[in-house]
């Protein structure tokens, strides 16, 4: 899949930009603040229908305006045409996305489509903070190649709401929910044991694709783990089966327990994945180049597995990404991205590109200034 056309307009501080993308790299060059990240998101918009980063739409509306659009052309690998057009309304708060003139909806349906996969800063929590940046990563790589995953994730949300709220009702009105809870248990335990099969799968799969590219930008002195922790331990095999009958056990454990803290604690949304190199926790003993390059593996990683998955070759978009890495490792990744498939990657500084890629039709560089691009396939002086 790749981008080879987008138009903004009235998004962010973009006023009305266009570009025409190479099917390589593609970097986005320019000092802080004038509008390279703002690109990156306007590109989510079109193979998401949202931002990667807020989650509230009017905020990527212009200061002043009422609407923004973005038009864009997607090619998919076996040459279909897509045109993407994503318009959508502060004062009426509607939002249109719409796949070759025909309006596109639930925009759910879009999920897994146009698969791509997004490094930012925004990401930084996945290596550094608790849990639930984890389990999100995680969540979004099998959905986009799994849609019943992603359906078996939205009914076991569906439950979790549900139970906490009967669980928390008669915390505050000191009542026993009792029976009111049989019917979401039961339900608790068919979706959550199915996703935690999944992500246990998912993790043994991934395994390899973390390895390798941490490999291709370290060398082999540093070795990459990522283990799937349930929220106990499991000895059985982890089979659905398995799974169901940790949940019901745990179920049975932790319920007086729930209904003092008026929540559901038992399911796969309190799951953990541990990060290690050389076996040792990443959260707790990595430098700062570890982390960023860890998080940078897990991206080229997720590349590699939705390639395979979903028939079709993610689009990467890379933000920010060299701050924290050595010379050395940026160098690396830079080739390493370089034959991955169409990479948007933005940056502060010239001086990464200049001596390690060639640019003519297939690489191109983009000036953005204070929400305008100019491309160039040289350097300004
Ligand atoms: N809704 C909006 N309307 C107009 N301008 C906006 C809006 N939202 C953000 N901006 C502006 O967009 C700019 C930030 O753009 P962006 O995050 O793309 O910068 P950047 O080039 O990636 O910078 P950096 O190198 O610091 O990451 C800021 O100047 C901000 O004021
Ligand atoms: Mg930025």
Known sequence: MRVTSLRLRNFRN????????????????????????????AISYLCLTKSFYTRADSLAVMFGQDVFEIDGVLIADQGHVYRIRIAYQQSTGEKLFSINQQHTEPLSCVIGKFPIVI????????????PVERRRFVDFVISQSSPIYFETLLEYRRV???????LLDAKLSKRDPGPLLLPWDEQLVRYGSYLMMRRGKFIE??????????????????????E???????????SEEGFQTLLQTQLRAKGVEEKRTGSTLVGPHRDEFLLKINGREL????????????????????FFYLKDRCQET?????????????????????????EL????????????????????????????????????NTFAA
């Open 14 to 41: 973009h006023t009305d930009s266009h570009f025409e993308f190479g099917e390589g790299t593609n970097v986005l060059l320019g000092d802080n603040g004038h509008g390279k990240t703002n690109v990156i998101e």
């Open 119 to 130: 490094s930012s800063p925004e990401h930084a929590p996945i290596t550094s903070e608790g």
């Open 160 to 166: 979790l709401k549900q139970r906490n709220k009967i």
């Open 205 to 226: 799969e991934f395994q390899q694709f973390i390895s390798s590219a941490y490999h291709q930008l370290v060398g082999r002195e540093e070795e990459p783990t990522i």
């Open 228 to 238: 799937y922790l349930p929220v106990s331990r499991i000895d059985e095999t982890r």
């Open 283 to 302: 959260r707790k003993f990595a430098s700062q180049g570890q982390h960023k390059t860890f998080l940078v593996a897990l991206k080229i990683g997720e």
């Open 314 to 338: 993610p689009i990467m978009l890379l933000d920010d990404i060299f701050s924290e890495l050595d010379e050395h490792r940026a160098k690396r990744l830079l080739s390493l991205v370089g």
């Open 341 to 376: 498939s169409q990479t948007f990657i933005t940056s502060t500084n010239p001086h990464y590109f200049d001596d390690t890629m060639a640019f003519e039709d297939r690489n191109k560089i983009f000036h953005i200034q204070e929400g305008n691009s100019v491309a160039q």
